[in-house]
């Protein structure tokens, strides 16, 4: 597969998970370039449908907000807002703070840590992330507002209204579990977890909106209140890119 959008092989190692990035055991991280390439094939299917920016963003199973985050520094000039959810109650409030970093208050605190730990043990890897930090602050600096991001606790397998929380959303982006490092928390049936995530987020989406599903290559992604737009294979990795095909309908039925 060919990058379209993201032609440029930048270096990314100031997102380099542990370095400003907050981790912790049984998160993952996402390949940052790749991240960006599907944001903005996402971005240019809005476009074409007559959607411009600024966008809202949702991550339903979104770990430490890895992915979301890397994409809010990349292209958060674009973006007004990002939600974030997950069934792990422990991995929310990591995903609170790598959001947080997308504020000049929240980088202004990481940077505070890491000069701590850099005078405290004076490791090598503390002043490259120091010098990340300081990067990324300067990117911030460029902008005219902060992003609005809301983390919360769900199980997108499960009912849940997602309306009382959840407005005006664009994007869906999601690294659903492959079985490894993470799983589906309540259902083994990745099928069927799929079809249960679908049918949720249906109810916060447009006739506009679009939702790219980051899978296992050889995954079945598809459900009947959707239409798939795009699919394509790197790696290990398949991306599938569906639009609601009538959301008043389906909500009706």
């Given at each position: 597969m060919n990058y379209r959008f993201a032609v440029e092989n930048r270096n990314y190692e100031d997102f380099s998970s542990g370095r400003v990035f907050y981790n912790q055991k049984g998160t993952t991280s996402f390949p940052v370039r790749l991240a960006s390439e599907i944001y903005q094939l996402c971005k240019s299917i809005?476009?074409?449908?007559?959607?411009?920016?600024?966008?809202?963003?949702?991550?339903?199973?979104?770990?430490?907000?890895?992915?979301?985050?890397s994409i809010g520094f990349i292209h958060g000039e674009e973006i007004s807002g990002i939600y974030a959810s997950d069934?792990?109650?422990?991995?929310?409030?990591?995903?609170?703070r790598n959001l947080a970093l997308l504020t000049k208050e929240g980088m202004d605190e990481r940077i505070s840590e890491i000069q701590k730990m850099l005078v405290e043990y004076g490791k090598e890897s503390h002043s490259q992330a120091l010098e990340s930090s300081l990067s990324l602050r300067n990117?911030?600096?460029?902008?005219?507002?902060?992003?609005?991001?809301?983390c919360f606790v769900s199980d997108i397998t499960k009912n849940n209204n997602l309306t009382n929380t959840i407005r005006g959303v664009n994007m869906i982006i999601t690294d659903i579990p492959y079985g490894e490092i993470v799983s589906w928390n309540s259902m083994e049936d990745e099928k069927g977890a799929v079809e249960k995530l679908l049918d949720?987020?249906?109810?916060?989406?447009?006739?506009?909106?679009?939702i790219a599903i980051i899978s296992k290559s050889k995954s079945k992604i598809k459900h009947k209140a959707f239409k798939q737009v795009e699919r394509f294979v790197i790696g290990k990795r398949q991306i599938t890119i569906l639009k609601p095909i009538n959301t008043y309908n389906y909500r009706r039925s």
């Open positions: 809005l476009l074409k449908n007559g959607c411009d920016k600024p966008y809202v963003l949702y991550d339903p199973c979104c770990g430490g907000a890895y992915l979301l985050a069934v792990d109650e422990t991995i929310t409030p990591l995903a609170e990117v911030l600096e460029e902008r005219d507002k902060s992003i609005e991001a809301k949720n987020v249906l109810e916060v989406m447009s006739s506009d909106s679009v």
